[in-house]
């Protein structure tokens, strides 16, 4: 992921929020909003990172777990986590995380490519300090797995799917 600079300060601006202690963020300009958490209706078929999907304003997006994508157990959604609604290509996605921190800022130069552990992260595009604690920098095209693109298919049945759920649900 290419890490451009602002234009304050030759800053960049990121959403950080939390899954069980650990500090995350994604760069601002990827995320639209922060939600409450709902409950989404689960898919069958579904990938089990897959929590379900919402309808946001007539939209249906689907859920993405980040606790099973980073390979934490599953856990049920609770009404004190938060959904993140993150422009991700090819399309918009929720992700359930346990809090929404801050925006915080850095400068490129802080940035610090994954190393030791991390190194071999998909996700990671880097790592950088915010008020003496690490902060796990996401790209947000890579949360999906490598084969996003090979399924597509799948992705339109559960999106069709969903639709018809939602569509059931209100009436």
Avoid at 5 to 12: L, T
């Amino acid at each position: 992921m290419p890490i451009t600079s602002g234009p304050a300060a030759n800053r960049d601006s990121y959403v950080s929020f939390r899954l069980d202690r650990e500090l995350f963020a994604l760069p601002l300009d990827r995320v639209e909003r922060a939600l409450r958490m709902v409950a989404p209706v689960p898919l069958p078929e579904a990938p089990p990172w897959i929590a379900g999907v919402i309808n946001m304003h007539g939209q249906v997006l689907p859920v993405l777990d980040l606790g099973q994508l980073f390979g934490r157990p599953p856990r049920p959604p609770h009404p004190d986590q938060r959904l993140l609604v993150v422009s991700q290509a090819p399309r918009v996605v929720a992700l359930q995380v346990d809090a929404v921190e801050s925006v915080v800022e850095a400068t490129p130069g802080e940035l610090e490519p994954p190393s030791g552990h991390l190194a071999g992260s998909r996700v990671l595009a880097g790592v950088f300090e915010h008020r003496e604690e690490l902060v796990l920098l996401v790209d947000p095209d890579r949360l999906a797995p490598a084969d996003w693109q090979n399924r597509e298919d799948l992705w339109q049945k559960l999106e069709e799917q969903a639709a018809r759920l939602l569509a059931e649900s209100d009436e």
